[in-house]
């Protein structure tokens, strides 16, 4: 939630983080349903370059269970642990990302997330199909790279989100947010209509860090 002078807006982390599965569809149903002014999520790129829903830069068995193989004997199989990048489309299609499945006895979530068995994790596109239908709310796209990516793969990837934006018509509405200020400097060529936003964190503001591009 956020507070500019006497305006309050409420903005939907991860969807409704507290409420549904984070990332997914229904926690973002549930937020519009609920009247939030922007919606927050985070992105990855898979290995056949399709922008998709995660926190983290590889599947975690916190918020992901595997189901099956893409295909019969795949060697990739199971994939939960493995990076977005080294996986396809297929493949992160079969994990099921409805239920939470904490490591700590206190995790805050487990008391107020309603399971969704079942919900996949989604693409950008998908996501924008949804809230292209609802107007004035905002969007806030965390970019999960860090400086061990080739600066050619967060070109790539920056180009990846910024094209799926442009295609439902999105970038004025947008703000694009990265730890890894590259993306912003890719972001400024490639949706420029789109807002910035630089997020810092201890590990990232140490003097010359390579976070700050």
């Known amino acids: ?5 006497e305006t309050v807006e409420l903005h939907g982390h991860r969807g409704a983080r507290g409420l549904r599965p984070e990332n997914t569809l229904p926690a973002f149903r549930h937020a519009l349903a609920l009247g939030v002014h922007a919606i927050e999520f ?3 790129l898979t290995q056949d370059g399709v922008v998709v829903l995660n926190h983290d830069q590889a599947l975690s068995a916190v918020t992901a269970r595997d189901t099956e193989p893409a295909t019969p004997g795949d060697p990739h199989y199971p994939y939960v642990g493995k990076a977005l990048r080294a996986l396809t489309l297929a493949q992160v299609r079969k994990v099921d990302a409805g239920t939470r499945h904490p490591t700590q006895d206190d995790d805050p979530f487990v008391l107020t997330q309603l399971p969704v068995p079942g919900t996949r994790i989604p693409t950008l596109a998908e996501v924008c199909a949804l809230l292209s239908t609802v107007p004035d709310v905002r969007l806030a796209v965390e970019l999960k790279t860090d400086p061990s990516w080739p600066d050619t793969e967060v070109t790539r990837f920056t180009a990846a989100v910024a094209e799926v934006l442009q295609a439902f018509g999105l970038s004025a509405r947008s703000r694009l947010l990265a730890f890894d200020w590259r993306v912003l400097v890719e972001a400024r060529r490639y949706i420029p209509d789109a ?4 997020l810092i964190e ?6 010359g860090t390579p976070w700050s591009a």
């Not at 807002?195 to 630089?198: F, L, M, N, Q, T």
């Not at 201890?202 to 003097?207: F, G, H, L, N």
């Open 42 to 44: 985070d992105v990855g």
């Open 1 to 5: 939630m956020t507070f500019t002078g």
């Open 195 to 198: 807002g910035r936003v630089a």
């Open 202 to 207: 201890r590990v990232t503001a140490v003097p």
